[in-house]
């Protein structure tokens, strides 16, 4: 919420004993008779065991770089491909069998780098193991463990290595006996349930079916009614899809261009009386537009993701009348037309393409946009980067056919420009692989799914969770529709990702309970060590709520642990007005805290937490894009000391750290209860020549408290009433 007006500007046979020669074949005949008198006829049938482990998802500690990955000790290929570990101890790798089975025999076909020490694991979760075999002499070559028990994650972890080099492996073979799983299967598929609202083009009064969704969400910020609108590809008409709160509309085909309205998809703020300050939660996904007037409105403020869109026209992101708005994101699309930021505070435009761009406050930033204008910041407020340095879009719902699938967009580095307009790529993955979460679901059943191997595609609706969703599989997708709200009840962590490659959480928000939680959403335990460089975990449009549809609480709202990971848009917001708000009753200190190393940040909102609204204790960060205000509601000067700093950085870089960097970044202030309180910095990091800061700023409302520095000790103090921001070109 702003408060004050922008100014402008996936089996190999086993080898069989030959028989001994010599014997007269009479004699050896009669025996053979002999001996069928006394074997039991069913020890002709004895089943051998079944290869379970190719073609599964394998994960690794570490790999020795492109072409190594742990997939290839799993594919089958016994002499041409093969995982090869980091040189440096310990390493493991481990395979996901899908299902619970009972395992009797592990073949390791090691390379000349094999283990001199190592132990064979079993795992039911993938987090805590057992030992089934270990060696301190191993002899490399191809090993044939005999081992018994049940698993479905089986790991092997060296601790000594027989060569300089790291351990490789051509292929990793598990052998046994599929299980039941422990319990009754869960079907995957099915259908979206009622909050899904699906249209083709025959479908009758679109219209009237889009208008009445809007009457009902346009002022229902703090409900729990929540709608995605689906549009078979096509060619829709005279149509006008005005977005409310919890709405998504998002077309149903592969590319944006299979689903055309010759119309609008529109956000504005007549319901709040032309201010967009509060129009948060929403989205818009997949679709090319005509606009009737050639320019279409998307008058947003936080957690309004406007992703994979084409305009074949203009977009004005102000409110009608050129009202408040505080900024929002654009991700993988293209606009023909000419981008009016007008009143927009702060906005991050990621991959894209514009055909220009206009207007601008405090800050406009941009990585990877084609079309987007020249560096100027702070005059003009320009931020630009010519690309991305890694990022991979956000998983989508479509149809094949009659099919539902999600599509999995592939990495991609130093990106510029859209991800779609040729041959797709990245992977599809059918709708009977996900357990669809409708209302009635429970925690326990949810994570059945997930331990069966599902993916989970959460339709629209809010879910109480009296235990944490554990998201243990390498690859998993977690994708929402509909802004599908996530409650941990009893104070629990509401989801914890395993430190594993390349899940993606997509789409979904989590709401705080009454009952503080330690934190709501962990990726990658404490501790974790694992490279996952090749296949990061991403985390995009995941919004987190502390208060306003009730009280709610928690120490750390994310926390960041895994290598790699990628926060490609979120908004993490301790709630400043709605129901069970206060300084002490929504309680949260902190926002984002981040261990990882190689984190990357790619559009981040992080607001009002009563500490350090972002903690970055890992290497080699960086952010792009950073928007920030303080808590309105501290009550003193004393409730926001530090020690002896005056009030917490809203973006603090740890002094341990040695390398970090910032594009693009602000924080604002409006201490509306205590308007004295001074903020002796919005930025802190350590200085060093591998910490580097570019384009900061910060900014009174309205004098509301002020700023005494931008970063550090550096940077101009805000003064007065007036609203300008201080600005720092570059740090140190």
């Not at 006394?38 to 002709?44: E, I, L, R």
């Not at 994979?308 to 293209?334: C, E, Q, T």
């Not at 009753?585 to 981040?594: E, P, S």
């Not at 960097?661 to 001074?678: D, K, M, Q, R, T």
């Amino acid at each position: 919420m702003r408060t004050t007006p922008a100014q402008f500007a996936p089996p190999p046979h086993r080898p069989l004993t030959s028989p001994r020669r010599g014997m007269a074949a009479a004699v050896v005949t009669a025996l053979m008779a002999a001996l069928l008198l006394f074997v039991p006829a069913a020890a002709s049938h004895a089943a051998a065991p079944t290869l379970l482990s190719q073609g599964k998802t394998a994960t690794a500690s570490s790999q020795e770089g492109a072409g190594y990955a742990a997939s290839a000790a799993v594919d089958g290929n016994l002499t041409g491909t093969r995982w090869a570990s980091a040189f440096s101890d310990p390493q493991w790798i481990q395979i996901d069998l899908g299902a619970a089975a009972d395992v009797s025999q592990v073949v390791l076909r090691w390379e000349a780098a094999y283990a001199k020490a190592y132990r064979i694991e079993f795992s039911a979760n993938g987090t805590s193991w057992t030992t089934a075999y270990s060696t301190t002499t191993g002899a490399g070559g191809t090993e044939t463990l005999n081992v018994s028990g049940s698993a479905r994650y089986v790991r092997m972890y060296g601790t000594t290595r027989a060569t300089g080099y790291g351990y490789s492996l051509w292929e990793f073979q598990v052998y046994g006996t599929p299980g039941d799983g422990g319990g009754p299967t869960i079907p995957g598929g099915g259908d979206l349930g009622p909050n899904v609202l699906v249209f083709d083009p025959s479908t009758p009064n679109i219209q009237a079916t889009v208008d009445n969704v809007f009457h009902q969400q346009e002022s229902n910020q703090f409900g729990s009614e929540r709608k995605a609108l689906l549009f078979k590809p096509g060619t829709y008409n005279n149509i006008n899809a005005q977005i409310g709160f919890y709405t998504s509309i998002a077309g149903l085909g592969l590319n944006p261009d299979d689903t055309t309205f010759n119309g609008d998809v529109t956000v504005d703020a007549g319901w709040f009386n032309g201010n967009a300050t509060q129009n948060f939660w929403r989205s818009a996904e997949n679709l090319a537009l005509n606009p009737v007037s050639g320019t279409d409105r998307w008058a947003v403020s936080q957690a309004a993701p406007f992703r994979r869109m084409h305009v074949k026209g203009g977009l004005n992101l102000a409110p009608d009348g050129y009202g408040w708005a505080s900024g929002g994101y654009i991700a993988d699309s293209k606009i023909d037309g000419s981008v009016g930021n007008y009143s927009q505070q702060q906005w991050y435009t990621r991959d894209s393409s514009i055909g220009g761009f206009s207007n601008g406050v405090w800050n406009q930033v941009f990585s990877g946009v084609q079309g987007a204008p020249a560096q100027g910041f702070p005059n003009p407020p320009y931020t630009t980067l010519d690309s991305t340095p890694v990022s991979r879009e956000k998983p989508f719902l479509y149809l094949d056919g009659n099919d539902y699938k999600v599509f999995v967009p592939a990495k991609r580095t130093n990106a510029r420009g859209v991800s779609w307009g040729g041959t797709p790529q990245g992977a599809s993955i059918p709708l009977s692989q996900f357990y669809v979460v409708k209302a009635g679901a429970t925690a326990a059943t949810i994570n059945a799914a997930l331990a069966q191997g599902l993916n989970l595609l959460f339709t629209p609706g809010v879910y109480h969770v009296d235990q944490t969703i554990n998201v243990n599989r390498a690859n998993t997708v977690v994708l929402g529709l509909g802004l599908a709200t996530i409650v941990p009840d009893n104070g629990v962590t509401a989801m914890k990702v395993a430190d594993v490659d390349g899940v993606k959480l997509a789409g979904f928000l989590i709401d705080a309970g009454p009952v503080n939680s330690t934190t709501l959403l962990q990726v990658g335990p404490a501790g974790s060590t694992a490279s996952h460089a090749d296949n990061p975990t991403t985390v995009q449009d995941v919004f987190v709520r502390i208060g306003g549809a009730g009280a709610g609480k928690a120490t750390t709202s994310m926390e960041i642990n895994s290598n790699n990971t990628i926060i490609d848009h979120t908004w993490l917001w301790r709630a400043d007005h709605g129901t069970g708000v206060g300084w002490e009753t929504n309680r949260a200190d902190y926002g984002l805290t981040v261990n990882g190393n190689d984190v990357l940040a790619t559009g981040l909102f992080v607001e009002h937490f009563n500490k350090y609204d972002v903690q970055w204790n890992g290497e080699r960060g960086k952010t792009i894009f950073f928007q920030n205000e303080k808590s309105y509601d501290a009550p003193n000067q004393a409730a926001v000391q530090n020690g002896s700093t005056r009030g917490f950085a809203a973006y603090k870089v740890a002094d341990s750290v040695n390398t970090h960097e910032g594009w693009g970044l602000g924080s604002y202030c409006y201490y509306n209860v205590a308007p004295g309180i001074i903020q002796d910095h919005g930025f802190e990091a350590p200085v060093k020549a591998g910490v580097k800061f570019h384009d900061l700023l910060v900014v009174s409302l309205g004098g509301n408290g002020q700023y005494a520095h931008v970063i550090n000790n550096t940077g101009s103090p805000t003064s007065g009433t007036g609203t300008t921001p201080s600005n720092v070109v570059s740090f140190p």
